[in-house]
């Protein structure tokens, strides 16, 4: 027999915003789809349909370009800074 999920079903965010096209310049509405360290988060984690996603996937390749997202986010200048207080 089939077990039950444990957890609820994935929905796309952005068919649900009722969004026709991200823009690199929404920088919000990517950061959505990115980690914390800011990778692109895979379609099988955040939900979104194939076609948001490879919306998601350009723009935000469009807006590291155009530095409005970082490529890398430096995580150990972070926590020493958290360590200091």
Not at 24 to 48: A, C, F, W
């Amino acid at each position: 027999m089939a077990e039950r999920r444990k957890y609820g079903k994935k929905f796309c965010k952005y068919t649900e915003m009722k969004v026709d096209f991200i823009d690199y310049k929404h920088v919000d509405i990517l950061k959505l789809s990115m980690s914390e360290r800011g990778k692109i988060m895979p379609r099988r984690l955040t939900g979104n349909s194939k076609r948001s996603q490879e919306m998601v996937e350009t723009a935000i390749k469009r807006a590291r370009h155009m530095a409005l997202v970082p490529y890398i986010v430096n995580t150990k200048n972070v926590t020493d800074a958290a360590f200091v207080r």
